[in-house]
């Protein structure tokens, strides 16, 4: 079953009508190669040409027999051409054709994640935009830091996809190799030109050298480009869960008229679909695994890698569609609660603003660590409750021997984390 939020045509990319659509368009420039060698009769490329087709119930019922795809691929073909189906597959080996046509699919389907890719990011850009100077807290370990803007964390994000697009983008490169070599790569019953031929009429390129198979250090890096991309898109969903936690409540997920969070209780309003796609994300992974077990193989060839990868290659492509459309559904519809990230901001009385107190001091002459025992006396009675962190500052004679009351209301001040955010943002954004 195909996911709701997939989109529908990479969906349509895994059905058996398009994979055995591949394996003919393999087999026809195969022939056509071989007809500008003189192998394959003129007027049975074009008889080939003319009647060759297939029907998926009528392959999946020699296959019951044969219990091998390809040959009943062939056989359906037969029963289309007449005899001069004795010219398709001419020299070739299975795996000639599923290794190419495997190739066109993924290449097919990255194709379409990277163009997901970009319109992620540009709604990433958009809401990053929006909230650029929009103030929260910074938070390290789980506790309260320094201040940020919600725009900067989303600018993060930005960035990492920036970097995913560009894996992305080496993956579809790395992927887009055919092979036409014969059994065990030599070449020895089909010529280094009919496989040029037929990669470059597939928008391919020949891998320079082959067993039976192309080597799967290519797929493992596809399938491991798509893992570290899923853990990007599970690293937002986790950090908008815990935003949108009842605590927190600085950002949270749309929430969409009839819409239910619970059977039991009315009130929930849950971040479903991060929790979703922190979910899936770990099947991602677990296939980028199972594609890097692929690459040991038996000498030239064994087939314990095609199982395989006839689960993953659907799976994760999908699954990183629907991740990805999902996620972008969210955060453009992300509600931000810009007055719940300012009282969060003040939870901790002034507490954020310690490090410049520190360095204020230390201008003034101080040694570190004595103006860190200062100002870390005055942050710890914060926590038991006395007052607010500015007001211990400005009671604190030791430390007012050194700093004016303007100095301190300078320290205090929200735009003083800010005043680089324009020279962030441009480096990212450029």
């Known amino acids: 079953m195909i996911p709701r939020y997939t989109r529908p045509e990479m969906g349509r990319i895994w059905e058996d009508q398009n994979r055995y659509s591949k394996w003919l368009e393999v087999e026809i420039a195969a022939c056509e190669?071989?007809?500008?060698?003189?192998?394959?009769?003129?007027?049975?490329?074009?008889?080939?040409?003319?009647?060759?087709?297939?029907?998926?119930?009528?392959?999946?019922?020699?296959?019951?027999?044969t219990k091998h795809d390809v040959?009943?691929?062939?056989?359906?073909?037969?029963e289309h051409i007449g005899p001069d189906s004795r010219y398709i597959h001419l020299g070739l080996t299975s795996s000639d054709i599923l290794d190419t046509s495997f190739a066109l699919l993924l290449k097919e389907a990255m194709e379409k994640i990277i163009e997901g890719a970009r319109g992620f990011m540009s709604v990433l850009k958009k809401r990053a935009m929006e909230h650029k100077y929009t103030p929260m807290i910074g938070r390290s370990h789980g506790i309260h830091a320094e201040p940020i803007t919600f725009g900067f964390k989303l600018a993060v994000w930005y960035a990492e996809m920036k970097r995913n697009l560009h894996r992305l983008e080496e993956a579809l490169e790395v992927i887009g190799y055919g092979?036409?070599?014969?059994?065990?790569?030599?070449f020895a019953n089909v010529s280094p030109r009919v496989e040029a031929?037929?990669?470059?009429?597939?928008?391919?390129k020949p891998a320079p050298i082959s067993t039976q198979i192309i080597q799967r250090d290519r797929h493992a890096q596809y399938f491991t480009s798509l893992a570290i991309l899923a853990g990007t898109l599970e690293k937002i969903a986790v950090e908008i869960r815990h935003l949108q936690r009842t605590e927190v409540l600085e950002a949270e997920e749309p929430f969409s008229k009839g819409q239910k969070g619970s059977s039991a209780m009315p009130h929930k309003k849950n971040p479903i679909g991060s929790e979703n796609i922190a979910g899936l994300a770990r099947v991602v992974r677990a296939n980028a695994l199972a594609a890097m077990e692929n690459m040991a193989l038996w000498h030239e060839r064994d087939i314990s890698h095609s199982s395989v990868e006839r689960v993953i290659g659907p799976d994760s492509t999908i699954l990183i569609d629907y991740?990805?459309?999902?996620?972008?559904?969210?955060?453009?519809?992300?509600?931000?609660h810009p007055d719940n990230m300012a009282r969060n901001l003040e939870l901790t009385k002034g507490l954020v603003f310690s490090q410049q107190v520190l360095m204020r001091l230390a201008e003034k002459g101080i040694e570190r660590q004595k103006a860190y025992v200062m100002v870390q006396r005055n942050a710890m009675k914060v926590w038991e409750g006395e007052d607010s962190f500015k007001d211990l500052i400005l009671k604190d004679k030791e430390i007012m021997e050194y700093l004016g009351k303007d100095e301190v209301e300078e320290v205090f001040d929200l735009k003083y984390h800010f005043k680089h955010v324009d020279e962030i943002f441009e480096r990212v954004f450029e």
């Open 323 to 336: 991740m990805m459309n999902r996620l972008k559904g969210i955060i453009d519809g992300l509600v931000v």
């Open 33 to 65: 190669a071989m007809a500008r060698e003189g192998i394959v009769p003129e007027d049975a490329l074009k008889n080939i040409k003319e009647r060759a087709s297939f029907s998926v119930d009528r392959i999946l019922e020699i296959e019951r027999q």
């Open 179 to 186: 092979k036409i070599s014969g059994a065990v790569g030599t």
């Open 71 to 78: 040959i009943a691929f062939l056989t359906s073909l037969e």
């Open 197 to 204: 031929y037929v990669c470059e009429k597939l928008g391919l």
